[in-house]
């Protein structure tokens, strides 16, 4: 049976637990980090696609919080330690350059999530940390509100500090099985209820499935309930099911809340920049140009080839009529699907689609100040466990970054 003394054991190498291990080496600690993959990073290599967005660009404090509603002014402290900045220059300096794209979206400008987890190894062994992977941990030693050891499947290791940085519940395949939140719990922790995040989204309209693959850029969509309830502008993409892409990934949340009640329902302008007149002129317009032109033949201008069919279809416009023999009242219907296409929704993804777990432990239960439990006195917490979620565009990837360094570097101290 093994038995190992450190002054500081991570559990989980996500990119929080490999912050939190690589900073509190680099401040001088023994480091354990402790993996059940057989390499750390694994969730990490698939964020954007593969691309890694490792932060968003907004560097006003205050705007970065408020993407993170009324939880959010949890992270001043942890944004103060590291920030969207520090971050940047965390990889810069260690030879990944950076670019910002689209929404202050930020990548590396190779693409690859394989050079964003290079670097992160790279921290580990400039700090020496012993990393254990294929290592799972079952449980925790704990007296008088302090944890004396982990144990794991080959023996045990005993620590001064603890973080734990296990993640939440999505991406199962990829090691998140939400251990560390019965672990906590087990520990005392109150656990808000967890449910999968930044999700896509399930339509009942079954000639979806016809669009499967097709992206959209510019687009904007709102969410209705009755009223109007929230809406997004930008990229979108159909599935098999329904939709996905930035913008419905971010909808999702306000969807998940309402659910539960009848008539929820998607509508799409494709055309946002146009207002309904600006529209319709312009494809009066298209129409002059290509007057003794088929109907079918007469939309390429305006729609993605693979939308055209459903548009035809759903206008319930003959295919091969004549654009000139095209009713004002045909028009008008034709101008309408494009500025307001009505999708029913039927549910949303699960935790093997969702980016992100909203949820976790209690933020009233954690020191922000350190990121220590106010109920465990030598553990810490840091990354996706903790009941924090935010929008699409890095913002969750910066929690890992903050509250790992911010985690460990307070272990040490």
Not at 364 to 392: H, K, V, W
Request: proline fraction near 4%; aromatic fraction near 8%.
């Amino acid at each position: 049976m093994i038995k190992e003394e450190y002054d500081i054991a991570v559990i989980g190498g996500g990119p929080a637990g490999m912050m939190a291990a690589g900073t509190a080496a680099q401040k001088g600690a023994r480091v354990i980090l402790l993996e059940k993959n057989s390499r750390p990073g694994r969730k990490l290599l698939i964020t954007g696609k593969g691309r890694c967005n490792i932060t968003n660009a907004e560097h006003d404090t205050g705007q970065f919080i408020e993407a993170f509603g009324k939880n959010g002014k949890f992270l001043y402290s942890g944004l103060h330690a590291f920030s969207v900045e520090d971050t940047i220059r965390f990889f810069n300096d260690r030879g990944l350059a950076t670019r910002v794209e689209r929404g202050r979206r930020v990548f590396p400008e190779t693409d690859r999530s394989e050079d964003v987890l290079s670097i992160l190894f790279q921290y580990l062994k400039e700090g020496k940390v012993s990393v254990r992977t294929n290592t799972v941990v079952s449980g925790f030693k704990n007296k008088n509100n302090t944890i004396e050891a982990i144990q794991f499947d080959r023996g045990e290791v005993r620590a001064g500090q603890y973080i734990l940085c296990t993640g939440g519940l999505s991406y199962p395949s990829t090691g998140s099985s939400g251990d560390g939140l019965k672990w906590a719990k087990e520990l005392g922790h109150t656990l808000i209820k967890c449910k999968p995040g930044l999700v896509p989204v399930k339509i009942k309209e079954e000639w979806v499935k016809e669009l499967q693959g097709l992206s959209l850029k510019n687009v904007r969509i709102s969410l209705f309930q009755k009223s109007k309830m929230d809406d997004r502008f930008g990229e979108a993409l159909f599935t098999h099911e329904g939709l996905s892409g930035p913008i419905i990934l971010d909808l999702s949340k306000r969807i998940s809340e309402l659910i539960d009640q009848d008539g929820l329902t998607l509508h799409v302008d494709y055309k946002p920049a146009l207002e309904y007149n600006k529209l319709d002129e312009r494809i009066q317009r298209d129409f002059k140009q290509d007057n003794k032109k088929m109907f079918k033949n007469c939309l390429s201008g305006l729609l993605p080839k693979k939308m055209i069919p459903i548009i035809i279809r759903l206008s319930g416009i003959d295919p091969v009529k004549p654009v000139h023999n095209i009713t004002r009242d045909e028009r008008k219907k034709l101008t309408a699907l494009l500025k307001e296409m009505i999708f029913h929704v039927r549910g949303l993804g699960g935790y093997d689609k969702a980016v992100i777990t909203i949820g976790g432990i209690a933020l009233p239960q954690i020191d922000p100040r350190t990121m220590r439990s106010r109920i465990i006195e030598n553990l810490f917490f840091a990354g996706e466990i903790i009941d924090l979620d935010g929008p699409t565009g890095g913002y969750n990837l910066q929690v890992c970054w903050s509250t790992g360094y911010l985690a460990g570097a307070s272990a040490v101290s």
